[in-house]
């Protein structure tokens, strides 16, 4: 499964908390990275749950980078782009819940 550390963090945000991570990764003033948008979908379709099965690296990548080989190296870039992104909203917010700044921290180390 992509980022397991990452969904980890993504299954402590509460829908609110979820709608403006896409929120932040659709503004241009953050990224508006196509791909991170596209991300975004696909684990909003997954949201809260995350099948493992469904989240697969290559069924992710198939997904993200159809008709091209499967190239982990590329997916980690995106994931942790995509990381980075989501521990700067959490850090950002007042209004998510008390502590999960340090859970996700200390999960992206």
Same mark, same amino acid.
């Not at 509460?14 to 503004?27: H, M, Y």
């Given at each position: 499964?992509?980022?397991?550390?990452?969904?980890?963090? @993504? +299954?402590? =945000?509460? %829908?609110?908390?979820? /709608?403006?991570?896409?929120? *932040?990764?659709?503004? %241009?003033? #953050?990224?508006?990275? %196509? $791909? =991170? =948008? +596209?991300?975004? *979908? $696909? $684990?909003?379709?997954?949201?809260?749950? #995350?099948?493992?099965?469904? @989240?697969?690296?290559?069924?992710?990548? +198939?997904?993200?980078?159809?008709?091209? %080989? #499967?190239?982990?190296?590329? =997916?980690?870039?995106?994931? /942790?782009? #995509?990381?980075? $992104?989501? *521990?700067?909203?959490?850090? /950002?917010?007042?209004?998510?819940?008390?502590?999960?700044?340090?859970?996700?921290?200390?999960? @992206?180390?």
């Amino acid at each position: 499964m992509i980022g397991q550390k990452l969904i980890k963090i @993504l +299954q402590t =945000l509460d %829908p609110t908390a979820f /709608r403006r991570l896409g929120d *932040a990764i659709a503004s %241009p003033y #953050f990224t508006g990275s %196509p $791909l =991170l =948008l +596209q991300l975004y *979908a $696909l $684990l909003k379709k997954e949201y809260p749950d #995350f099948d493992p099965a469904r @989240l697969s690296k290559e069924k992710v990548f +198939q997904k993200l980078y159809p008709g091209k %080989p #499967f190239n982990d190296g590329a =997916l980690r870039v995106l994931v /942790r782009e #995509f990381s980075s $992104l989501e *521990a700067g909203g959490i850090y /950002r917010s007042g209004s998510f819940v008390e502590g999960v700044v340090e859970i996700g921290l200390e999960l @992206l180390v």
